[in-house]
Structure formats: C-alpha cells, structure tokens
C-alpha cells in the first residue's frame, strides 16, 4: 500500500477571505486529484466557511483544518470555537501548536480536552508535539511532530528564523514515535516546519 502524503498548510493570522479566496481558486485547480496525497488548508476561523464553499464549488481535492479548536463544548465560554459548532465545516483540527502554549499557556492537559471534542465530533485531532517527552493524548489520530528550533524556516534572514529540519533527523524521530504510537497506517507522523529547498522537501517525504 502507497504511504499516504499529508500536507497541512497552516496560515496562522494571515489571510483576509478575500485573500484566502484568491489563494483557493489559485492553487486549487493545480493540486493533483491522488488517493495517496491529502492537502488541508487551515485559515482563520473567519475564513473556513467561504473557503469549505469554494473547494465544493470548484470540485478541489482540498480538505479543510482549523488552527485550533475549544477545549469545551457549546455554552457561556466567550471567545471559544466549540468542536461541536465546526463539525462539518472542517475535517481536521490542529492541537497543541507551540504558539498556543507558548503565547497562551497551553497545557498538555488542555490538549488532551480538545482531543476529546475534536473526537467526539467527528473532527481529526493532529496533534502537536514539540519533543519526545510531550504526552499525546488517547484516542489520538494524527502527531504532527513539531521541534521549537524548526519553527518560521521563512524568515532566512530574520533573528526569529527557525533551523530546517533534516531527513536524517526525521527519520530517527518517525522511528521512535512508530515503535512509540505504532505504524503510520494508525497514527500518520506529520512533520512541522518549511524546507529549506525542494530536494529538502522530497527527502523528508521519501523518508
């Protein structure tokens, strides 16, 4: 069986939905239509519902994440994306990032919460784990694995700039986590932060 090739595009606070828009009638038309190759799209939640409407219109082989999801379900929790209100308008949910737990206080345990929404609602959790010590929660479909120094591979000429990682080194995380949380056919291992350059790119998914 061909391993299946996930690629999760994560726009963080960008994109105004026009913008977004332009992005999907853009990009859309040129991504292939393969059983083995999955792209999600993650924009603000602003975004998710003209962007779910686009993708159904123009027939792209698009699915659609959110960066984040609540930890509660519906109620007086004011600010809160409930797992319960984006059921149907997303097919995945990313937990855990580091930005939440460095900019917000984001802890495992919450992780483990919205895990359990995001389950419970029929919405993938790709889970976030920054190093190999970082608990993944039960029930857990996806990991992405997300070292802190990978982060904003961008910015090459920036002090925030992040360090690529290398296929040698993604290989030996994929190995431990595998023997870890079992094969990729159970729990797919995504793995966070840009390539330094196509090769880079090619090498980590061959691995």
Request: proline fraction near 7%.
């Given at each position: 069986m061909d391993k299946t090739i996930w690629i999760i595009a994560n726009w963080k606070s960008n994109k105004t939905i026009a913008e977004a828009l332009d992005?999907?009638?853009?990009?859309?038309?040129?991504?292939?239509?393969?059983?083995?190759?999955?792209?999600?799209v993650c924009p603000t939640f602003n975004c998710i519902s003209e962007i779910k409407k686009a993708i159904l219109v123009g027939n792209f082989p698009l699915l659609v994440g959110a960066q984040d999801l609540s930890p509660f379900g519906v109620g007086a929790y004011t600010g809160?994306?409930?797992?319960?209100?984006?059921?149907?308008?997303?097919?995945?949910?990313?937990?855990?990032?580091?930005?939440?737990?460095?900019?917000?206080?984001?802890?495992?345990?919450?992780?483990?919460?919205?895990?359990?929404?995001?389950?419970?609602?029929?919405?993938?959790?790709?889970?976030?784990?920054?190093?190999?010590?970082?608990?993944?929660p039960e029930g857990c479909r996806m990991i992405t694995y997300e070292p802190s120094w990978a982060i904003s591979t961008w910015f090459t000429n920036k002090p925030e700039a992040g360090k690529a990682d290398t296929p040698e080194n993604a290989n030996r995380i994929a190995s431990f986590l595998k023997q870890k949380y079992g094969s990729p056919t159970r729990t797919p291992l995504i793995f966070s932060g840009i390539c330094e350059n196509l090769s880079g790119c090619g090498e980590n998914i061959s691995e």
């Open positions: 992005w999907i009638s853009e990009v859309g038309p040129k991504v292939p239509k393969q059983d083995n190759l999955k792209v999600v809160e994306e409930p797992a319960q209100l984006l059921n149907g308008l997303i097919n995945l949910a990313i937990l855990g990032h580091s930005e939440r737990k460095k900019n917000f206080g984001e802890t495992d345990k919450t992780v483990a919460e919205k895990t359990k929404q995001a389950l419970g609602n029929n919405i993938i959790p790709l889970v976030c784990i920054q190093s190999e010590e970082v608990p993944v």
